[in-house]
């Protein structure tokens, strides 16, 4: 399939209804990624996000034990923990309290812990200090953007480009080469000891490294792949803790009976996902080709052969028919008719393409201590008396179809050590 050299969505067939995205999403065969990436396609080509098929599922399958719960960034693991309490420490220590509170802003408190976090499960090593995570961040940034780069205006798109390049080089050279090396000796040292196999890091990195033979990658291909799960890990956690703290303190101002709840594991997931839900904060709509003509079973809507389409993700989180009446509010006790339909709808997309990270941000088995990252993180805030500042700067930004918040001051007694 011929790659597009740039978009035209005036030309794509935009989709809102929840039944038609999920539909588009899920037909894998029918509606598929590949060729809709354009200048983006230096960054990522080959990768999971720009192939479809049997290749798309096998690369998803050698590196599923990376998202496995054991692991240290895991639902069970206790990374984030550290993390978390290793930056609220800093936070303590440098912001000057005022009236018996701190005061610092939750997105970049938010980005300090996922994107460190980010670094350990996709392998880069020594990114585990405060100057080495902010720089890793800064470049990280610039990365991502050029994945996106379709989404920004067309004047916008060569700079994009160009600062997205040179960070990308930077990263090559100083975090992932010699990570990646790293790897390769200890994959060599282990050699067929099954013990030793065992030991080995469980992140993208290795897990790439140990794919069988016939499926092999090269290091270019590689490092794609570690340069997308970026453009998936990174941002948008840290956007959602942001909405999910902002739409649960309005929520328990107006209930304040479910203040006793917030340690509870099944209300903190159950706020995240209708925050999920109600928000888009990343790709306002997700793209795909149709290979052949296609009808809608959904609604009976004809898709010509080589049309393009755009699925509003939000919109279509917003359907009435779906959500009820009220979809377009936060509410704790909405109930989904269809049970086919998750409470945070296609926040995560759905069909083959859904987010790989999923049970690393919302965990609903095991033990209660098991949380999922965003779980956690807002978990961990609202226990620590983090509340907006109402003297503070709360910064919306976006586009049509998704927003989110580039700044967004809160406070929190100063008593008390954060260790949770």
């Not at 649960?248 to 594991?265: E, F, K, Y």
């Not at 925050?275 to 888009?280: D, G, I």
Request: aromatic residues 8%; proline residues 4%.
């Amino acid at each position: 399939m011929s790659q597009a050299q740039s978009w035209d969505a005036r030309s794509f067939i935009d989709l809102t209804e929840y039944r038609e995205v999920e539909e588009v999403l899920r037909r894998g065969r029918d509606f598929v990624v590949a060729g809709t990436k354009a200048e983006s396609d230096e960054f990522v080509h080959g990768s999971l996000i720009a192939i479809d098929g049997r290749e798309h599922l096998n690369r998803r399958r050698a590196v599923m034990k990376m998202i496995r719960a054991s692991q240290p960034w895991g639902a069970e693991g206790k990374l984030i923990d550290a993390v978390y309490a290793h930056n609220l420490k800093r936070v303590q220590e440098t912001a000057e309290p005022r009236d018996g509170m701190i005061h610092f802003d939750l997105i970049d408190f938010c980005k300090r812990v996922i994107w460190r976090v980010t670094a350990a499960f996709v392998g880069l090593d020594d990114v585990d200090d405060d100057e080495t995570v902010a720089r890793f961040q800064r470049l990280g940034s610039d990365v991502v953007s050029g994945l996106t780069v379709e989404y920004a205006t067309p004047e916008a798109r060569r700079r994009i480009l160009d600062t997205a390049r040179e960070a990308r080089r930077q990263i090559r050279e100083e975090m992932f080469a010699p990570s990646l090396a790293r790897r390769r000796a200890l994959i060599l040292e282990a050699g067929d000891d099954p013990g030793k196999r065992d030991a080995l890091p469980a992140d993208l990195l290795t897990s790439l490294l140990l794919v069988p033979e016939d499926a092999r990658l090269d290091e270019e291909l590689i490092f794609r792949e570690m340069v997308a799960l970026l453009s998936a890990s990174v941002n948008n956690p840290v956007w959602q803790v942001a909405w999910a703290i902002d739409d649960l303190l309005t929520w328990l101002a107006d209930h304040p009976g479910d203040r006793a709840r917030v340690g509870d594991r099944e209300f903190i997931n159950l706020a995240v996902k209708e925050s999920l839900r109600l928000h888009r904060a990343s790709r306002p709509y997700l793209v795909r080709m149709a290979v052949e003509d296609t009808v809608l079973e959904s609604s009976g809507r004809f898709i010509p052969a080589g049309a393009w389409v755009s699925g509003w993700v939000e919109k279509a989180n917003h359907d009435p028919s779906v959500f009820g009446d009220d979809a377009g509010v936060y509410n704790l006790n909405r109930t989904v008719e269809d049970p086919r339909v998750p409470h945070f709808g296609m926040a995560f997309g759905a069909g083959p393409h859904v987010c790989l990270g999923r049970p690393m941000l919302l965990w609903e088995q095991g033990s209660e201590e098991a949380q999922g990252i965003q779980t956690k993180m807002v978990r961990l805030l609202l226990e620590r008396g983090v509340t907006k500042d109402p003297e503070g700067v709360q910064k919306l930004a976006g586009v049509e179809g998704s927003s989110r918040y580039i700044r967004y001051d809160v406070t929190m007694p100063v008593a008390g050590s954060g260790e949770n």
